[in-house]
């Protein structure tokens, strides 16, 4: 019996070593199926760049989590990875506000208090009393509130009014801090002010502004003739190229005139279409041929579209060509000089786990100098990949069986032994009572 469950034991071991094996293999090269070679460029050490291409997001996951940086050396390099959208977004810090005093009639001054360990931020905004005014702003920061250091000296708000209406500035931006304490002074309009202005209202704001980069390719394209809601009708079978993201499509229509309605649909499976923006194409007579933009609510991953224009009694649009577009994939890293060329971009092992390196967490989310772009090779095929093995059900369908009938065994003699037991111990002796009258 002891034998029995040593053997079980020994199994369950080889197993649990067996997917321990599987889990490290992850973390090897072999497990990626495809890599491109890049070379940069410039001497090292120093930061760089490169746009993924469309036949490496063809082949990885959505969100790109299955990258991996490697050096000729094997050594695998951090990476920050961004989508290239313009992006402009504000957040308030919350602030109080205390000591405005006027210095004489030179200026108005005010601190403000951010608070224990505040967030960065880079603008405040300052309403003042009055109209008609162009008044000169400075701005301190300090931790203590007693040492002070400038961060904006001499920039402007102000605000005039028109027949047109009111044109007005009330913010101040500078280099982005953390700094508890501001302090502003606010300087009369020497036209405008006979005395120092009353700040009404201090807002301090996180102000991030990131100039977006769009990627765009032509896309093949073939038509039909088909009809829609009972009218003729145009469809253009749109190819990205590959399982892609799209956010706007650009056309290249010949006609000088037209007013039509149109749908674009996500068309990888033909009886599944899925609706993605509508509209109207419209040039009217006179107006430049400058490429037709059709932006999407939201961006799209699709090998295929579907443009769909309703032409009505109208002869069919004369599309040349059709050009699709999304924002850049960017990898930023950096190079050292210990690091060894050439560098290798590994891709498509689906299964992989996102990497979350330390550097992309720190990288600030504006760079100061833009890296060195560097462009990424032809795609190769791992020479050293091995495919992730299939669970051992679908390797091995008849093993299960081969399981049931162990198990089966196993109790069938646990259960001969427990039955033998009890036939050589015999029933339980029963005390005999003695005769009545006894």
């Known amino acids: 019996m002891k034998k029995f469950f040593l053997i079980l034991l020994a199994i369950l071991a080889a197993c649990i070593a067996f997917w321990l094996v599987l889990a490290g293999a992850e973390a090897a090269t072999a497990a990626w199926p495809f890599f491109a070679e890049i070379n940069p460029p410039a001497k090292l050490p120093g930061r760089y760049d490169l746009a993924v291409p469309l036949q490496v997001m063809d082949r990885s996951r959505d969100d790109l989590a299955d990258l991996r940086l490697y050096d000729g050396g094997g050594k695998e390099l951090p990476y920050a990875l961004r989508i290239r959208r313009e992006i402009e977004e504000q957040r308030e810090i919350v602030a109080r506000v205390f000591n405005q005093v006027e210095i004489g009639s030179k200026a108005t001054e005010v601190s403000v208090d951010l608070g224990e360990n505040p967030a960065e931020h880079n603008q405040i905004d300052i309403a003042t009393t009055g109209s008609n005014f162009r008044r000169r702003v400075d701005v301190e920061g300090g931790d203590s509130g007693k040492d002070w250091r400038t961060i904006s000296r001499g920039e402007l708000i102000f605000s005039f009014e028109s027949q047109n209406g009111l044109v007005e500035s009330s913010s101040v931006n500078y280099p982005t801090s953390r700094y508890r304490y501001l302090r502003l002074r606010v300087f009369p309009d020497p036209a405008a002010d006979k005395e120092a202005p009353v700040v009404s209202a201090v807002k301090v704001m996180m102000v991030v502004r990131a100039t977006g980069e769009s990627a765009s390719w032509p896309a093949g394209m073939t038509q039909q003739f088909v009809r829609s809601g009972g009218a003729p009708a145009s469809a253009w079978t749109i190819d990205l190229g590959g399982r892609v993201p799209c956010e706007r499509l650009l056309l290249e229509i010949n006609d000088d005139s037209f007013s ?40 799209e991953r699709a090998r295929k579209l579907r443009l769909l224009v309703t032409d009505y009694s109208n002869q069919a649009l004369s599309i040349s060509t059709i050009t699709a577009a999304a924002p850049t994939r960017q990898v930023i890293f950096d190079l050292k000089a210990e690091d060894t060329l050439p560098l290798r971009l590994f891709f498509g092992n689906l299964k992989s786990t996102a990497p979350h390196y330390d550097f992309e967490k720190e990288l600030p989310a504006t760079l100061s100098r833009a890296p060195i772009r560097i462009q990424v090779g032809d795609l190769i095929g791992n020479p050293a990949y091995i495919p992730q093995p299939l669970p051992l059900t679908e390797r091995l369908p008849w093993l299960i069986y081969v399981v049931l009938a162990a198990s089966s065994l196993a109790l069938g003699f646990i259960l001969f032994s427990l039955i033998r037991t009890a036939v050589k111990t015999g029933p339980p002796h029963k005390e005999q009572s003695p005769p009545e009258g006894l």
Not at 278 to 289: D, F, S, T
């Open 260 to 299: 039509r309605p149109f749908q674009i649909e996500v068309a990888d499976d033909p009886q599944n279409l899925r609706w993605v923006a509508a509209g109207e194409l419209r040039r009217r007579v006179g107006e430049p041929r400058r490429p037709l933009v059709v932006a999407f609510d939201h961006e």
